[in-house]
């Protein structure tokens, strides 16, 4: 009995820890939710051990049932953003700490907390996008509508310049007593989303897409 609820105890600490993670960065499946799909796989986890003592049931069984159950926890994270898809990485995240659960339901205290370790060092300290590609770009194309200024191009160049991004080609059109702008910019992600940001704090700028 002690161990069931050693094991309670652990499964929430561990989902807190990632849960803290993806609180911190404002994501879906926050400190609650992590520890609620932490700690339900890992009893899940430990009744089927249960019945495997009592009974002569296949725990393997209501394991299967989990990563199941969890895969549709995962799907609801995913959205799609015209034609983005977020989310991504929230539903692997949820998969994953179902599976940490399901290793301390089992007893495996160790590799379950070396895995957190690990999902943490990575989330927080390893900036994958710098590390591996940092020197790719990639094409943007910018949907912009300004107040009439005949020198908006030259401000956006210069906010451009600023994080050393470079206005590839564009188009002008005026409809509505407003500039309406299409302009592709190849960039890093990091810096235009820096771009973007300064961008849409010009006075000018009525509506910003991408």
Not at 58 to 87: C, E, H, M
Not at 118 to 141: H, P, Y
Request: charged share 20%; hydrophobic share 50%; net charge positive.
């Amino acid at each position: 009995m002690f161990e069931m609820f050693l094991k309670i105890v652990i499964a929430i600490i561990l989902g807190g820890v990632i849960g803290l993670e993806r609180e911190y960065r404002d994501k879906p499946a926050g400190f609650r939710t992590n520890i609620f799909i932490c700690l339900g796989s890992a009893i899940f986890t430990i009744m089927s051990l249960k019945m495997l003592t009592l009974y002569g049931f296949d725990p393997g069984r209501i394991a299967a049932q989990i990563v199941t159950g969890v895969g549709f926890l995962g799907a609801g994270a995913i959205l799609r953003s015209g034609n983005k898809i977020r989310g991504l990485t929230t539903a692997a995240e949820v998969w994953l700490v179902a599976s940490i659960g399901m290793c301390v339901g089992f007893g495996h205290y160790i590799v379950a907390t070396f895995a957190v370790v690990l999902v943490v060092i990575l989330q927080l300290f390893v900036n994958w996008d710098s590390l591996f590609f940092g020197g790719l770009k990639k094409a943007e194309v910018l949907h912009i509508k300004t107040k009439p200024d005949t020198k908006i191009f030259e401000k956006i160049e210069k906010i451009g310049k600023k994080h050393k991004i470079s206005i590839g080609n564009h188009s002008f059109a005026k409809k509505d007593g407003l500039f309406n702008l299409r302009i592709i910019v190849p960039s890093q992600r990091r810096s235009f989303n820096k771009f973007l940001e300064e961008l849409a704090l010009l006075e000018e700028v009525v509506d910003l897409e991408n």
